[in-house]
């Protein structure tokens, strides 16, 4: 009779995985800012907490400004009223044109003394109490934060108070490395898609072509949409590199478009608005151009809803516009630098400044009499060097031709097959140096014959020259054909 287990089966319990613990919820909240999102929302809320800390600490110094200047105001008026009076008694008075021009002149010399002092040491540009307003708005403080944070620095306004300068340092600490990383992942992305588009449309002709050229006959070449993208057969994505040119055409294309834009809204000519695009976003900030209606203008608060949401608009348009152009031209240089730092190596090696250890280098050096005149060091095999010693090759040309030609055919394993091409270009070669052995052996033996006789006579022993003579780095095939 069957019965029934209830045990499991252990391929259950052993192939289930432990679940992983969910993560704390500070950990999913750092995930999360670290994010191409995360950090987009982090840096604008960075930039937005920094321009309301800059407008509390700023804008009770600028109310105490603002009534010092009305103090002065008040003077000056005053001071207006008072010429004035003079000027007319003046008139009443019996005196010649040369005094009365001399007077006006003296009291013109102490208004424009005051209005000096007013306008240069607390900061009035005219109209009445009524006209005024917060230089620490939240546009200009806005402003300012992004100019810290861009390393821009406009200069447009700045901070007069000591807290405000301490948090002006603070500030730059923290927030310009955090744009630096939102910069640097939206290059990287910009980066990425500028190679992909540049390899799968601008290099899909040169693929298509080299394809058909490659086409089996009577069968069909393969397309480019069968590709695998990054492992493609030629030029790969991982591998290719955009052109200079097409860099520069887009940077150009960008500096133009925000052109466009800012001679809309500024009212500023072409020419300005490109100058002042280009000293933005390669961050040289003179401060000569400052973007005032697209970005703080209709801040005085005098206008409707519709006015305040086209102000908003420009303003996020603006800030956008300098993030993403920074990134674009920062990654346009980074692929431009490379591509010219390897052309400038080239060049130098072709001229000769920098030098190439890959390539082979010759190298004369200086050989005994009777020898090859010029050497060179070449990479040689274990075979080489079994006949590159001037002691084997003399006891060749001892044992003779015959004996040389039978032990190089034994050592090179040639005995008992077919030759292939390399290996009869190879006996050519020997049989070239054979004869050159020969005839040099034929030309110093009567040298040799008289030299012993004289020695004989003479009562000196013959010098063996296998063991006097030390061995020379010679490789007699490659460098007599050199030769």
């Not at 600490?57 to 008072?82: N, R, T």
């Not at 050096?365 to 075979?383: D, G, H, L």
């Amino acid at each position: 009779m069957a019965t029934i287990s209830n045990e499991q089966p252990l391929t259950d319990t052993t192939s289930r995985q432990p679940e992983k613990p969910p993560l704390p919820l500070p950990t999913r909240i750092l995930q999360f800012l670290l994010s191409q999102f995360g950090l987009f929302l982090l840096v604008a809320f960075v930039a937005a907490f920094g321009a309301w800390i800059f407008m509390e600490i700023e804008q009770p110094q600028e109310d105490e400004a603002f009534k010092i200047m009305s103090l002065k105001l008040k003077d000056f008026k005053e001071s207006e009223d008072y010429i004035v009076g003079s000027l007319w008694l003046l008139r009443e008075q019996n005196i010649t044109e040369k005094k009365f021009g001399k007077k006006v002149s003296q009291q013109l010399a102490i208004l424009r003394e005051f209005t000096l002092d007013l306008a240069h040491n607390h900061g009035y540009k005219g109209g009445s109490e009524d006209d005024w307003s917060y230089s620490w708005n939240f546009a200009n403080s806005l402003l300012f934060t992004v100019t810290i944070m861009t390393t821009i620095g406009y200069g447009h306004i700045s901070p007069k108070t000591m807290y405000g300068q301490l948090f002006t340092i603070l500030y730059a600490m923290i927030g310009t490395p955090l744009l630096l990383v939102f910069l640097a992942n939206i290059g990287d992305g910009m980066a990425r898609a500028l190679t992909l588009t540049y390899s799968r449309v601008c290099c899909r002709w040169c693929r298509s072509s080299r394809y058909k050229q490659l086409r089996a006959p009577g069968k069909r070449a393969k397309r480019v949409s069968d590709d695998v993208v990054g492992k493609e057969e030629y030029m790969p994505t991982d591998e290719i590199n955009v052109p200079i040119t097409i860099n520069l055409v887009l940077i150009t294309l960008y500096l133009g478009l925000g052109a466009v834009i800012f001679s809309e809204w500024e009212q500023w000519d072409i020419v300005a608005s490109y100058y002042f695009t280009f000293v933005t976003l390669s961050t040289i900030g003179f401060g000569d151009y400052v973007p005032g209606k697209s970005f703080l203008g209709r801040s005085s608060g005098d206008g409707d809803d519709e006015t305040f949401s086209a102000a908003s608009i420009e303003m996020m348009v603006t800030v956008t516009y300098c993030f993403v152009g920074m990134a674009l031209i920062s990654m346009c240089i980074q692929i431009m630098q490379d591509q010219i730092v390897t052309k400038v190596r080239w060049a130098g090696q072709e001229v000769g400044i920098i030098e190439d250890k890959t390539r082979p280098q010759l190298r004369i050096r200086r050989t005994r009499r009777y020898a090859v005149p010029e050497t060179a060091k070449f990479v040689r095999t274990a075979e080489d060097k079994r006949l590159a010693s001037a002691r084997q090759h003399r006891r060749y040309r001892r044992e003779g031709d015959g004996a040389a030609k039978r032990r190089q055919s034994k050592e090179w394993g040639e005995e008992g097959g077919q030759k292939t091409d390399q290996e009869l270009i190879k006996e050519h070669s020997e049989q070239n140096v054979d004869q050159r052995k020969q005839q040099q052996s034929n030309e110093q033996q009567p040298q040799q014959e008289q030299q012993d006789q004289r020695n004989r006579k003479d009562g000196r022993e013959t010098p063996d020259l296998d063991r006097d003579t030390p061995d020379l780095d010679l490789e007699f095939d490659d460098m007599f054909n050199l030769a």
